[in-house]
Every structure is written in structure tokens, then in C-alpha cells.
């Protein structure tokens, strides 16, 4: 599966932005999804995932409340609506579909989130 991000851009904080990972293939449905980021000089760390029916959900303490993971298998797309967003959120954001390894081994090229204060 190919996966394209976007919807990253610069905001102010207490912004909000969406971001999509559209994903290419026919099988984009049995994927748990998950969205990543990677701020300048840090690991990248796990945001947020939702499996495949959209029944379980979760997230990073850090973006509880302000962020949401959603779907759409008719239009092969996973969201990440953001709100309130911090100067801390900036990152590169990356969605990922996590194979049935339990491995995310599929990555989208990444879409910069810029959030100034």
C-alpha cells in the first residue's frame, strides 16, 4: 500500500488543522492505521491509530483531547484533526499502516506541521 499525506502547514497556536493519508490499494480497509510525528532533533513518537472498523482508537497523552483519528474506507483515507494546537506539536507528520506483523511497515512521506506561538 502507498500512502500520501497532507494538509500540513504553518498556524498559529490555538489553531487547528485536518490532515489525510490517502492510501492506493484495495486493501487499505484490513490495515490498523496510525499517525507519527518527528520534531527537529527527536525520535519520532506515535500520535495517534485507529484499527480497521474504526473501533478502537488511541492516543498519545500529549494530543488527548485536542487531537482525533478518524476514517473513511469507501474513500481509503485516515484523518487527524487537530486542535488547539501547540508550538510543541510542530513535526513532520507521518502516517503508517501497521501490518498484520503488528509492525508498521508502510509510511506515507511525511507532511510538515509548523505551529508558532
Known amino acids: 500500500v502507498q500512502l500520501q499525506a497532507s494538509g500540513g502547514g504553518l498556524v498559529q497556536a490555538g489553531d487547528s488543522l485536518r490532515l489525510s493519508c490517502a492510501a492506493s490499494?484495495?486493501?487499505?480497509?484490513?490495515?490498523?492505521m496510525g499517525w507519527f510525528r518527528q520534531a527537529p532533533g527527536k525520535d519520532r513518537e506515535f500520535v495517534a491509530s485507529?484499527?480497521?472498523?474504526?473501533?478502537?482508537?488511541g492516543y498519545a497523552d500529549s494530543v488527548k483531547g485536542r487531537f482525533f483519528i478518524s476514517r473513511d474506507n469507501a474513500k481509503n483515507t485516515v484523518y487527524l484533526q487537530m486542535y488547539s494546537l501547540k508550538p510543541e506539536d510542530t513535526a513532520v507528520y507521518y502516517c503508517?499502516?501497521?501490518?498484520?506483523?503488528?509492525?508498521?511497515?508502510?509510511w506515507g512521506q511525511g507532511t510538515q506541521v509548523t505551529v508558532s506561538s
Open positions: 503508517a499502516a501497521q501490518t498484520s506483523s503488528g509492525l508498521y511497515e508502510y
Open positions: 485507529i484499527n480497521s472498523g474504526g473501533s478502537r482508537i
Open positions: 490499494g484495495r486493501t487499505f480497509s484490513k490495515y490498523t
